[in-house]
């Protein structure tokens, strides 16, 4: 899956199962990593964290 940052750049995303009850996406490019019960909610997770990561660098 690949995702687009607010600058046009293209992200690669994984979501990968870890348990039955827990998903896990990440972005290797920036190590990013977050989880969520499901794939839409790690997915989501993951986007909040990028976001986060992109505030803090400026």
């Known amino acids: 899956m ?24 990440s972005c290797e490019e920036l190590r990013a990593v977050a989880s969520g019960a499901t794939e839409q909610e790690a997915l989501a997770n993951l986007k909040q964290a990028i976001r986060a990561l992109i505030d803090q660098s400026g």
């Open 2 to 25: 690949e995702s687009r940052c607010s600058g046009g750049s293209a992200l690669r995303v994984v979501a990968v199962e870890r348990t039955p009850h827990e998903y896990v996406a």
